[in-house]
């Protein structure tokens, strides 16, 4: 018997794939289908299932498109009721993999279908738990995601708190935990770097599994500091409830090589967002002017998730030559599907066109620094609300880029604003979209360590557990 973690970091999502004397199962897998399919081609296996453990509000789960390819079996939990043919397991119910047996443990709490498949070796031994987010290393999974649901946050902590009691805590020590997402996930509060880890350790370590925990405080500690969830999230777990395009189509749609007139057509004929995905130092050099960044080398897919409220909006990417397929296909993880094509030729070619170039203009923490002592400068820390209350530099206002949108008719045009976040990547987010909206910005290189570095006066430090 065969298992593997697949592990995307920049969703901090696990996918699975089990084998078994020549019949696989992949769970939870992402949009894009060809490893699962090469990894079972590799091992002479058929893939006969595709277990969901619930419907995913952070990425699109490949499943629909992975049952097509392949003739598998999508298999959900009970309560699922998805708008496509799947099999409905019961509770309980267990499912042959070769020589392996795969027992179906419905766990609601985190979404009232979410489902556990426990993975019994051929030998009979219990080896492991496939989790989803019902449980995660060093956490749980938050109780607010359900869509259209008719049960509160309490109430899904309430059925959380049963399904971990009376369905996962009762398993032995040694069984592992696999779960769908580690640390940077926005599924849950507290999750920890680790990937997997035996349940004994997590009955020992993990918060929400402690045994003298009585259910009124667990629901107080699981719902508690519950911070807003991005704005997809609801629409990918209905794009994963009810269905979507294929991802060979999205990417056949996307990946359409632009000349700068046809590129420039395209954003004024379907009023496409143009998202800029270098560097942060390439932006501020040279972009497009109106361009959006969104570097691909950080949360990329998450970030667009966040910041672009409209998931069918017309998107045209700019990326270094060679990062137009991973730029698609990351933004397809998130369901954003409606890319018309990409720059051919980048930024070079554009400028080499004749066509307008813009920058955004930056001081280093030291020219910041002397500025500021000259006179009050208007300043907005865009990190998260915690990071700035556990320490900032003083004088400085919080403006979250996660609320960008709801809090930019705060600002005033006829001001100018400094912006940073804690290295550079999200105030130059921020920049770009601010600049596209007519404000007037500089970015301060290297964010909050840079400053701190030049010896700009901060709050003392408060560790955000012990913030109310």
């Known amino acids: 018997m065969k298992v593997e973690q697949i592990y995307t970091g920049c969703l901090a999502e696990a996918a699975y794939y089990i084998e078994s004397n020549g019949e696989a199962v992949i769970i939870d897998p992402l949009r894009e289908t060809d490893e699962y399919v090469q990894k079972a081609k590799e091992d002479g296996a058929k893939i006969k299932y595709v277990l969901e453990t619930h419907f995913h509000a952070d990425f699109v789960s490949g499943h629909i498109d992975l049952a097509k390819k392949t003739g598998a079996k999508i298999v959900f939990g009970p309560m699922a009721s998805p708008d496509y043919e799947v099999h409905l397991a019961e509770d309980g119910e267990e499912l042959k993999v070769g020589d392996a047996t795969i027992k179906v443990l419905h766990t609601p709490g985190h979404t009232m279908e979410s489902t556990t498949y426990l993975l019994i070796d051929e030998n009979g031994k219990e080896h492991g738990i496939f989790t989803g987010d019902t449980l995660f290393i060093g956490d749980v999974g938050r109780p607010d995601l359900a869509i259209k649901s008719d049960v509160t946050k309490d109430d899904l902590a309430g059925f959380l708190f049963d399904s971990l009691r009376n369905k996962i805590m009762t398993l032995p020590d040694d069984v592992i935990v696999y779960p769908a997402h580690g640390a940077g996930s926005a599924c849950g509060k507290n999750m920890s770097k680790e990937t997997t880890d035996t349940l004994g350790n997590q009955k020992k370590f993990n918060y929400a599994l402690r045994a003298d925990m009585t259910r009124e405080e667990f629901v107080k500690e699981v719902t508690e500091g519950l911070v807003e969830p991005p704005q997809y999230f609801p629409k990918n777990a209905m794009l994963n409830k009810m269905g979507y395009e294929s991802y060979d189509t999205v990417m056949e749609r996307g990946m359409v090589a632009l000349n700068p007139d046809q590129f420039e057509s395209v954003v004024n004929s379907e009023g496409a967002l143009m998202l800029d995905t270098r560097t942060e130092e390439e932006f501020r050099d040279g972009h497009i002017p109106n361009s959006i960044y969104v570097g691909l080398h950080g949360s990329y897919a998450v970030w667009v998730g966040t910041l672009v409220t409209d998931i069918n909006q017309a998107i045209v990417v700019i990326t270094d030559e060679g990062k ?145």
């Not at 400028?351 to 030291?366: L, M, N």
């Not at 820390?381 to 960008?404: A, M």
């Open 324 to 468: 137009e397929e991973e730029a698609i296909t990351r933004l397809s993880r998130v369901g954003y599907d409606n890319v018309l094509g990409y720059l051919q030729g980048g930024v070079e070619n554009w400028a080499k066109a004749g066509k307008e170039i813009s920058g955004v203009r930056q001081v280093s923490a030291e020219e910041y620094l002397h500025l500021a002592s000259e006179k009050e400068l208007a300043t907005l820390d865009v990190r998260k609300k915690s990071e700035w209350e556990s320490q900032h530099v003083i004088g400085v206002d919080n403006f979250p880029l996660d609320f960008i949108n709801r809090k930019m008719n705060e600002l005033d045009k006829e001001d100018e604003y400094y912006v940073h976040c804690q290295t550079g990547y999200r105030s130059m987010v921020a920049a770009s979209i601010l600049m596209a909206r007519g404000y007037q910005i500089v970015d301060v290189a290297g964010g909050y360590e840079a400053m701190v570095n030049a010896g700009m006066e901060t709050t003392e430090y408060v560790c955000p557990s012990t913030m109310l």
